[in-house]
């Protein structure tokens, strides 16, 4: 069955530095997802991307984050300048459609560090 | 209004037993609600889910019921194995909100042998 591949399982950055997590989507979806799960919480939403432009973020998601689409393959997530409490779990996650048919498939997540 | 509230936060069950999940929710533009499983070091991975126009959905050992009066739903794990022990989520979203997937805080639950 096709999945969600995340990379790296587990980043570990100083505080202030830029990071960048990488997600491979199932190869024929369309709509695109970040989630974070900081330890011991709910996951919460973070971005939807779609036809190569955000079509929905949450307040979570301000200027330090932006997603990209380098490529036809890959789904990417920048932090420019990291704090302490961006240490969390963050999954990709992407779907086919729109629909309510349509479930998102969820990547086993990068765990972020924060130094 | 956009929160889902889940109950209990954490659940132990003897084998065999049913395992009884609660959430509720606010937002009756919600049209969709799934139930993901998350065992550790993984992502969520979708279980079950239901519509608001359905009552009740079975899958195997996995009942949802839906009380959209009262905008409340549950997760029913008949017959609960040691293999259930995981973390479970409820969620709901909406079709105009691009199936962005509001979680409830999750339920550890675990299956005694």
């Known amino acids: 069955e096709p999945e969600v591949t995340q990379t790296p399982s587990h980043q570990v950055t100083q505080m202030g530095q830029e990071v960048i997590l990488r997600c491979v989507p199932i190869?024929?979806?369309?709509?695109f997802y970040w989630y974070r799960q900081i330890l011991g919480q709910k996951v919460e939403f973070l971005v939807s991307f779609y036809n190569n432009e955000i079509s929905e973020k949450s307040e979570i998601f301000d200027d330090q984050f932006s997603v990209e689409r380098p490529d036809g393959s890959n789904f990417t997530l920048k932090i420019r300048s990291t704090k302490l409490e961006d240490s969390a779990m963050y999954f990709c996650a992407s779907s086919l459609g729109q629909g309510i048919n349509q479930p998102q498939h969820f990547g086993d997540g990068t765990r972020l560090s924060i130094l | 209004q956009q929160q889902v509230k889940q109950s209990p936060q954490s659940l132990i069950v003897q084998k065999g037993g049913i395992s009884i999940i609660n959430c509720a929710y606010e937002n009756t533009a919600f049209d969709y609600f799934p139930w993901y499983q998350q065992f550790p070091g993984k992502g969520p991975a979708l279980l079950i889910a239901?519509?608001?126009?359905?009552s009740e959905k079975k899958e195997g050992r996995f009942t949802i019921s839906f009380n959209k009066s009262a905008k409340q739903f549950s997760l029913h794990i008949m017959d609960s194995q040691p293999g259930d022990s995981a973390t479970y989520f409820c969620?709901?979203?909406?079709?105009?909100?691009?199936?962005?997937?509001?979680f409830g805080t999750g339920t550890k639950l675990q299956v005694i042998p």
């Open positions: 239901i519509r608001p126009d359905v």
């Open positions: 969620a709901a979203s909406y079709s105009g909100g691009y199936q962005k997937v509001t």
């Open positions: 190869s024929n979806h369309l709509y």
